[in-house]
T-cell receptor
């Protein structure tokens, strides 16, 4: 079946612009996670959705970052007034109920954001 | 708070040789531990996981890892490297429970396999 799909795969924007990154999880997966991976580092947790609600947004770096999942499936990560330091690969992962207990995540290929 | 240290950002082995990728963790609660692999231009894929059952965990592609509480380690091994094992490997820890997917990752180890 289809895996986690992320669009766009690459996004180049200018400092100060607004950006939206989309994640389409595996069908039936109730839990959805956003991670950010900077160059040379491992992924860092940003936010976790269980259904439509953000169950844990403790990893969002500041109020320029916001994410939604209005119907409990597709999620959008929104970044306002982008800064050069926001340049990274943004990873989305989903998991089913069983995976939510064991922690197994299914990752997409990521959206590479470059802020000039 | 949790943390993961992967010793060696780059490891190079010959084809057929033992693969050993080191991971040490810190956790205030019994941890869940994971190894993920990332091939070029692909997403992270779970290799194996420890979730408080058997301490020796077998994963895909012939990899295994042993949870050693006394050493706070979860090293990844494979007896014989194959060219297709060349990739980046990430160790991760979570505290389980209802948010088991919230993991802290190490910075990764790039494995090179020489012919």
């Amino acid at each position: 079946g289809a895996g986690v799909s992320q669009t766009p795969s690459n996004k180049v924007t200018e400092k100060g612009k607004y950006v939206e990154l989309r994640c389409d999880p595996i069908s039936g997966h109730t839990a959805l996670y956003w991670y950010r991976q900077s160059l040379g580092q491992g992924p860092e947790f940003l936010i976790y959705f269980q259904g439509t609600g953000a169950a844990d947004d403790s990893g969002l770096p500041n109020d320029r970052f916001f994410a939604v999942r209005p119907e409990g499936s597709v999620s959008t990560l929104k970044i306002q007034r982008t800064e050069r330091g926001d340049s990274a690969v943004y990873l989305c992962a989903s998991t089913d109920i069983k995976g939510g207990v064991t922690g197994e995540l299914f990752f997409g290929e990521g959206s590479r954001l470059t802020v000039l | 708070a949790q943390s993961v240290t992967q010793l060696g950002s780059h490891v190079s082995v010959s084809e057929g040789a033992l693969v050993l990728l080191r991971c040490n963790y810190s956790s205030s609660v019994p941890p869940y531990l994971f190894w993920y692999v990332q091939y070029p231009n692909q997403g992270l894929q779970l290799l194996l996981k420890y979730t408080s059952a058997a301490t020796l965990v077998k994963g895909i592609n012939g990899f295994e890892a042993e949870f050693k509480k006394s050493e706070t380690s979860f090293h990844l091994t494979k007896p014989s490297a194959h060219m297709s094992d060349a990739a980046e490997y990430f160790c991760a820890v979570s505290d389980g429970g209802t948010n088991a997917g919230k993991s802290t990752f190490g910075d990764g180890t790039t494995l090179t396999v020489k012919p």
